[in-house]
């Protein structure tokens, strides 16, 4: 079984990540299960540069995007509900909303980088008392900016210790070493493999075990093969996840890693 902690749906800025692709790449690749969010719901573009108000979408549109396909495929899919921190704030229509649907919701996902605002900042514990009410785990993009970094998740995972929290990418574009440590300080933080070179995953085993890690990928952000080889053909960086890990790491440790993690942490 794998379960893919980190795919994504929706189209904005130079990412358009189909359903169909989604779908495709699942069955394809054997992946039994996917949290799936919708980028929609960026608020800043890739210069940090707010969005033109015709492309920005309220976060009850882009949350129900998800949550519809998860109705559709309700063994498939799972929703994490991508929010947008900088321009709204929950509100009674939005617990109304996931109270109705929380079968089908799974987590609450930030992108401090495409929201342009700190993690740890007072604008987000709103969105903290939402999780706790609800009992939903935190996915957060790590890496890109300041606002996006791995200590804030950390100060935040330290100030609410009764929520779990995924630092995603654990630093996209390093070498992952400041996540791997620091997800090792604290027991309700965890790490996803996406973007996440097979090195730096045997290294956080050997520093944190294989309870703490969960497989994500983007996918799919590099094509329907993202799992395999990007859209020139060239290798994926998760092939060696499909290829190699399995004979790298004990039984336990590749099956917590590929779903189980998830399983636990998602309540599947």
């Known amino acids: 079984m794998i379960i893919d902690s980190h795919v994504h749906i929706g189209r904005i800025l130079n990412f ?23 980028c929609r ?88 008392e939402m999780a706790k009410f609800f009992d939903l785990p935190v996915l957060v993009h790590t890496g890109g900016s300041d606002n996006a970094s791995c200590i804030r998740v950390y100060y935040m995972a330290k100030k609410h210790p009764s929520l779990n929290f995924v630092m995603v990418h654990m630093g996209l574009g390093t070498d992952n070493n400041e996540a791997i440590y620091l997800i090792g300080q604290l027991p309700n933080l965890y790490g996803d493999t996406t973007w996440v070179r097979m090195e730096s995953t045997l290294r956080f085993i050997e520093k944190n075990g294989d309870e703490k890690l969960l ?36 039984p336990e440790a590749f099956d917590n890693i590929m779903y189980r993690n998830s399983q636990r942490l998602f309540k599947l």
């Open 215 to 250: 497989f994500g990928s983007d996918s799919p952000i590099d094509g329907k093969d993202t799992y395999w080889c990007n859209k020139m053909g060239q290798p994926s960086m998760y092939r060696p996840y499909f290829e190699k890990l399995r004979d790298m790491i004990s």
């Open 41 to 128: 719901a960026a608020e800043f573009d890739h210069h940090q540069r707010e969005l033109p108000k015709i492309l920005q979408k309220p976060q009850i549109e882009c949350i129900k995007g998800c949550v519809d396909f998860a109705k559709e495929y309700p063994r498939k899919i799972g929703a994490a509900l991508w929010l947008r921190p900088f321009h709204e704030a929950p509100d009674e229509k939005l617990y109304d909303y996931i109270k109705e649907n929380r079968a089908f919701i799974k987590a609450l996902k930030f992108h401090p980088f495409h929201s342009k605002l700190p993690f740890d900042c007072d604008k987000m514990e709103p969105y903290m």
């Open 16 to 38: 358009n990540m189909k359903k169909s692709e989604v779908l495709y790449s699942m069955e394809k690749y054997g992946i039994d299960y996917s949290i799936v969010s919708d």
